[in-house]
């Protein structure tokens, strides 16, 4: 979609496992608010694009590939469910944003960090369809997992972002949902672009 657009592309859910990452880096518990606190003063997160790819750095070091792990996942999860670092993060993803022309992605985007987004997308699929499309793409980096853990780990994962008291993964009220489950990333983009369209007519 960012590339279609000519925007940024913003990856939230990167950010939050840059976090993670340095977290369990330092052997710190990700329940430690005050731990956490440190952390987060002492780290600067960069989204930058490379070759068409999106890089994640943690201060100036790229972390891209040690943050896409199914152990990471869970870690994200985990330090994301405290205020401190939801706070601090959603500050960040909001300065990032400033200025438009974002294509932003996370679990809280349209309900918590852009609540007035001109577009804003409920992008889902089957739990297995999910896990597939995960598993394959663990495979495809080297990862030693199976679809069962996958699935279990991608439901955990879910289980947790939804019940969660601050933030909670859902649906805002005014946003579209899609489900993916018998698209390809072509067709999803295409449906996108649709929404956005009507909603261009609608403004004019």
């Known amino acids: 979609m960012a590339k279609e657009l000519g925007y940024m592309y913003m990856d939230t859910g990167a950010m939050y496992r840059a976090l993670a990452w340095k977290v369990r880096k330092e052997a710190v518990n990700p329940s430690d608010e005050k731990e956490l606190e440190r952390i987060l ?6 989204l930058k694009e490379r070759d068409g790819h999106l890089r994640v750095f943690l201060n100036g070091c ?6 896409r ?34 294509v932003a992605e996370g679990r809280d985007i349209g309900t ?14 089957s739990s297995q369809e999910r896990a597939r499309r995960r598993f394959q793409e663990l495979k495809s980096q080297g990862k030693h997992v199976t679809l069962e853990e996958t699935r279990e780990e991608m439901e955990e ?8 008291e601050l933030a909670p993964l859902c649906q ?3 946003a579209v949902l899609i489900d993916s489950t018998a698209f390809s990333v ?3 983009v295409e ?6 369209r009507k909603k261009k007519i609608a403004i004019q």
């Open 69 to 102: 792990t199914p152990e990471l996942s869970q870690w994200a999860s985990k330090v994301s469910t405290l205020r401190v670092v939801r706070e601090k993060m959603v500050e960040l993803q909001r300065a990032m944003g400033h200025g438009g022309g974002v």
């Open 191 to 196: 449906k996108i672009m649709h929404e956005i």
């Open 157 to 164: 994962r879910d289980r947790r972002d939804k019940e969660r």
């Open 172 to 174: 805002a009220g005014d």
């Open 41 to 46: 003063r002492e780290i600067a997160i960069e």
């Open 62 to 67: 790229d972390i891209t590939e040690e943050i």
């Open 112 to 125: 918590v960090v852009f609540p007035r987004a001109d577009v804003k997308i409920y992008l889902d699929a």
């Open 186 to 188: 072509d067709e999803v």
